[in-house]
């Protein structure tokens, strides 16, 4: 089924913005439902006969429509996204934040329960001089700085179109330090751009049940990320919403800490997130 699905999946993340492994995720869920494809898969003798049967091209419809539909709320199509990002680089204001932190899928997911989002995280970081989001997205648009104050947030993505938008908010507030950079460039690539030996928190929301599934070989620069206090964050509900994930995200989460030696001193949970507050040793 997930070969069938990664193929399918190719199509979609061209159209959206989308991670490959969260596409191949929404179509085998799609598919999964679909009773006559999984029995015309169980008696199939090869995935490019199943290709080639009615019902797999149904099944391939219906589930491109699906996730389009689902994603077409918050983003849609690639262009708007670059819109609004152009649009919030020419001019700084609330309305244009907006557009783009509810075009980014991550986000858009969190913005009905925002503050209740930021103010459990406080309740479990304290009042941090500095922090580094790690795989930032688009979140430092919005992410408060004045109360308590955070004199430096370091906002570090891969994502270009990320970065290009957090360096706009960055242009108005100085305390934002958007960085591109990927986790295989490693710490001393980011210690070249002026970050600080040592952060008093790092927040990886969301990232690392994706650089598991996409690229295991980076979990170990995640886990010598230069702050003592950690919160890592899974989704609770797949981006198609009718799967609980929480399991399966926490899983993989505390796996990693077992692994790379971090103790658990807290967890919070928004209806779309699962946060889980780590200390070294
Ligand atoms: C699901 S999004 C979460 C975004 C943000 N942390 C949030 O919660 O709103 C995952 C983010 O991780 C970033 N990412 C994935 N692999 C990465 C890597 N190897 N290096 C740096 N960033 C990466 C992606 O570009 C994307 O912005």
């Known amino acids: 089924?997930?070969?069938?699905?990664?193929?399918?999946?190719?199509?979609?993340?061209?159209?959206?913005?989308?991670?490959?492994?969260?596409?191949?995720?929404?179509?085998?869920?799609?598919?999964?439902?679909?009773?006559?494809?999984?029995?015309?898969?169980?008696?199939?003798?090869?995935?490019?006969?199943?290709k080639r049967l009615r019902v797999y091209r149904d099944a391939a419809t219906a589930a491109k429509k699906e996730?389009?539909?689902?994603?077409?709320?918050?983003?849609?199509?690639?262009s708007s996204a670059t819109e609004a990002v152009d649009r919030l680089v020419a001019e700084h204001s609330a309305e244009a934040i907006q557009a783009v932190v509810a075009g980014h899928?991550?986000?858009?997911?969190?913005?009905?329960?925002?503050?209740?989002?930021?103010?459990?995280?406080?309740?479990?970081?304290?009042?941090p001089n500095?922090?580094?989001?790690?795989?930032?997205?688009?979140?430092?648009?919005?992410?408060?700085?004045?109360?308590?104050?955070?004199?430096?947030?370091?906002?570090?993505?891969?994502?270009?179109?990320?970065?290009?938008?957090?360096?706009?908010?960055?242009?108005?507030?100085?305390?934002?330090?958007?960085?591109?950079?990927?986790?295989t460039?490693?710490?001393?690539?980011?210690?070249?751009?002026?970050?600080p030996a040592r952060l008093d928190v790092a927040l990886v929301l969301k990232v690392l049940p994706v650089v598991a599934r996409r690229s295991p070989q980076a979990l170990a620069v995640l886990a010598s990320t230069p702050a003592d206090l950690l919160v890592f964050s899974g989704s609770r509900t797949a981006m198609a919403k009718r799967q609980d994930i929480e399991r399966r995200e926490t899983g993989v989460l505390r796996r990693f800490f077992a692994e790379h030696g971090f103790t658990e001193v807290g967890e919070f949970r928004t209806e779309d997130e699962i946060c889980l507050v780590v200390r070294r040793g």
Not at 11 to 23: F, G, L, N, T, W
Not at 143 to 168: C, G, H, K, N, Y
Request: with cysteine; net charge negative; hydrophobic share 45%.
């Open 1 to 50: 089924m997930r070969s069938l699905a990664a193929d399918l999946a190719g199509d979609i993340v061209r159209r959206y913005r989308i991670e490959h492994d969260a596409a191949v995720d929404m179509v085998v869920e799609s598919f999964n439902r679909n009773r006559a494809l999984v029995s015309a898969v169980g008696d199939a003798e090869s995935v490019d006969k199943v």
């Open 67 to 78: 996730i389009y539909h689902h994603l077409r709320r918050y983003r849609p199509a690639e």
């Open 105 to 127: 899928v991550s986000t858009a997911e969190r913005l009905s329960g925002i503050e209740d989002f930021f103010s459990q995280l406080f309740d479990h970081i304290g009042s």
């Open 130 to 183: 500095s922090i580094i989001d790690v795989g930032c997205g688009v979140l430092p648009l919005v992410f408060p700085l004045d109360d308590p104050p955070v004199a430096q947030l370091w906002a570090v993505d891969t994502d270009p179109e990320a970065i290009r938008a957090v360096s706009a908010h960055a242009r108005v507030d100085q305390r934002v330090h958007p960085v591109r950079w990927d986790l």
């Open 185 to 195: 460039e490693d710490w001393p690539a980011l210690h070249a751009q002026g970050l």
